[in-house]
């Protein structure tokens, strides 16, 4: 592999309001936004990081949830190579609905994808719906890694990228998947599908 950034798509799927851009937002910008609108579409963002040595430049794709906008969601699901997703352990909707997510998932995005799966919102723990032990024998049952998160309390945010960005290390290593690497001047500009002013809202879905 060159001395390039290596590039990684990424993913961010699961039900409306599981938090999935509160979770992307806080590993890019570590910010978090109380009470955010859903989001509109799809929105793009960027995260360079190092894992083992190697510079990952981190290309996430952050989809609404609401079934609305499912058929736009799942167009950017092809060729991922990460998939984060989402559910919120106090809404057991977001959670009946993974089977349908995972599914959708594994059909469009890379056949040799890495899949985490994402128990957010554990400072509303109170209110939680969903045990870990249920969420831990569905990952189980799936054959995918469990992570719980908080994008609130910045917990666990930045460990969710990083375990599945180092699966996918090795799996480049080893010829598994095939990865392109980054222009030295950084590649194409972000570019927003849904255009958002942060100075007035950021979205959170």
């Known amino acids: 592999m ?3 950034p290596l590039q990684f798509k990424f993913i961010v799927i699961g039900c409306s309001g599981a938090g999935k851009t509160s ?5 890019v910008d570590n910010k978090f936004v109380k009470g955010t609108q859903s989001t509109v579409g799809i929105e793009y963002f960027t995260h360079i990081t190092t894992i083992e040595g ?3 430049k981190m290309m996430i794709w952050d989809t609404a949830g609401q079934e609305r906008f499912y058929t736009i ?4 699901f092809r060729s991922a190579l990460g998939v984060v997703l989402v559910f919120d352990i106090t809404d057991r909707k977001s959670f009946d609905q993974l089977p349908r997510w995972l599914r959708d998932a594994r059909m469009e995005a890379d056949p040799h994808c890495s899949v985490i799966l ?3 919102k554990t400072d509303l723990a109170a209110n939680r719906v969903v045990s870990k032990e249920e969420a831990e024998e569905f990952a189980r049952s799936h ?3 469990y992570i719980e998160t908080s994008a609130a309390e910045n917990v666990c945010i930045e460990e969710v990228f990083m375990k599945t960005g180092a699966d996918l290390l090795r799996k480049a290593a080893s010829g598994e998947i095939n990865v392109g690497t980054a222009a030295p001047n950084g590649g ?3 570019v927003n599908i849904r255009k958002t002013d942060d100075n007035k809202k950021q979205q959170c879905c």
């Open 2 to 4: 060159s001395d390039q």
């Open 23 to 27: 979770i992307v937002r806080r590993l």
């Open 54 to 56: 190697r510079t990952i």
């Open 73 to 76: 969601a799942k167009a950017y």
């Open 118 to 120: 994402v128990g957010n």
């Open 143 to 145: 054959e995918l890694t």
């Open 188 to 190: 194409s500009p972000v």
